[in-house]
């Protein structure tokens, strides 16, 4: 077990100094109007106004949950758990704005899928969900690996972990392939003193950190298995599906608007039929993959315009903006090329022209 006393000394915990001045969810003041009450579930009339009016349009939380709405395409059970989660909050507030005290709710969670799938998307956002309902106080994401919270030898491992948790306070911390942070079948591994640290925070600092692991699914749930203590201390598990070549011939379109860029009716045509052949293959990372095929495909247009400026050709907006069939149909995946770390010592489909 980690040294009780070296946990002990983290910024953290119930008893440690005020974090920047600011003000932890829930310690506010309850609301004039009812701050003298005894008991106010019996005191204040059942048919009292409570703002929620107020509340909604103070936090802006609409404009949060339809901007995850616009940035994200598809995954409707995502959305949906993630507005269920922004109304707890929402109606907790009211609560407690009339004085009516209850435990603050737990929100650490895990998020399963494959990569590419918008997990730190909905991280973020829920970052700016938890800030601007007061729940936490900067509404920051902290994204981290074991790397970044795991020591390569004795004594190191506790500062490192220490030092994130710090950074992340009153924000979101970000586990991404939390699996990897202790490996239960090495004595020796280092990563049970993250775990032991970890389980304190969430328990002892869940109103100022939400903690957010991330992985494949299968890792996740032998994960869990293997240190039961987070798993209990994980209120909402979220799984992020695939998406469909539809799903990511919108994503495609969404980035390619976002940059100023438009898919000519044939490169829409080719873009389709490369995403059908390269999603059966080895390493696809959903929307990361759109991603960088379409930094690929510019790359392509780029040389290609560039070329043609050379012989004298004149170039015009619609030139600068327009992907054609031609940028798109370069890459080796119509060549029956499969993606793969190196082929014949050639960059990878993911890296290469």
Not at 53 to 76: K, T
Not at 141 to 166: I, N, S
Not at 294 to 321: P, W
């Amino acid at each position: 077990m980690a040294d009780e006393k070296e946990i002990a000394r983290a910024p953290m915990g119930p008893g440690s100094p005020p974090r920047d001045g600011a003000e932890i969810y829930g310690s506010s003041e309850t609301d004039d109007r009812f701050k003298d009450l005894e008991d106010p579930l019996t005191e204040i009339p059942d048919e009292t106004d409570v703002g929620a009016g107020d509340i909604l349009a103070d936090s802006h939380i609409a404009e949060v949950l339809n901007q995850l709405d616009r940035e994200l395409v598809a995954l409707s059970a995502v959305k949906e758990r993630i507005r269920e989660i922004a109304a707890l909050l929402v109606i907790d507030r009211l609560r407690r704005k009339i004085g009516l005290e209850a435990d603050a709710p737990t929100l650490h969670m895990s998020f399963t899928g494959n990569p590419g799938t918008g997990k730190t998307t909905v991280a973020m956002q829920m970052g700016k969900i938890l800030f601007k309902l007061g729940y936490v106080r900067k509404g920051h994401l902290v994204t981290v690996t074991r790397d970044d919270l795991v020591g390569q030898y004795v004594g190191h491992t506790a500062p490192k972990t220490r030092e994130v948790l710090k950074r992340a306070m009153g924000g979101v911390l970000f586990i991404d392939e939390a699996y990897h942070i202790y490996r239960v079948d090495n004595e020796r591994d280092y990563g049970q003193e993250t775990v032991e640290m970890l389980l304190q925070v969430m328990e002892n600092d869940r109103q100022d950190l939400v903690v957010i692991m991330a992985g494949y699914k299968g890792h996740m749930d032998r994960f869990f298995s293997d240190v039961p203590g987070l798993s209990s201390r994980i209120a909402h598990h979220i799984d992020f599906p695939d998406y469909s070549v539809q799903e990511l011939m919108d994503i495609a379109r969404l980035m390619t608007e976002s940059q100023r860029y438009r898919l000519s009716p044939d490169a829409e045509k080719a873009f389709e039929e490369y995403l059908k052949l390269r999603v059966d293959q080895p390493r696809f990372a959903n929307g990361r993959s759109v991603r960088n095929a379409l930094d690929r495909v510019r790359m392509h247009q780029a040389i290609r315009l560039y070329e043609s400026a050379e012989r004298g050709r004149t170039l015009t907006k619609k030139d600068l903006v327009t992907i054609q069939d031609e940028d798109v149909r370069q890459s080796r995946v119509f060549e029956g090329g499969v993606y793969d770390h190196q082929t014949n010592g050639r960059p990878a489909e993911s890296e290469a022209s």
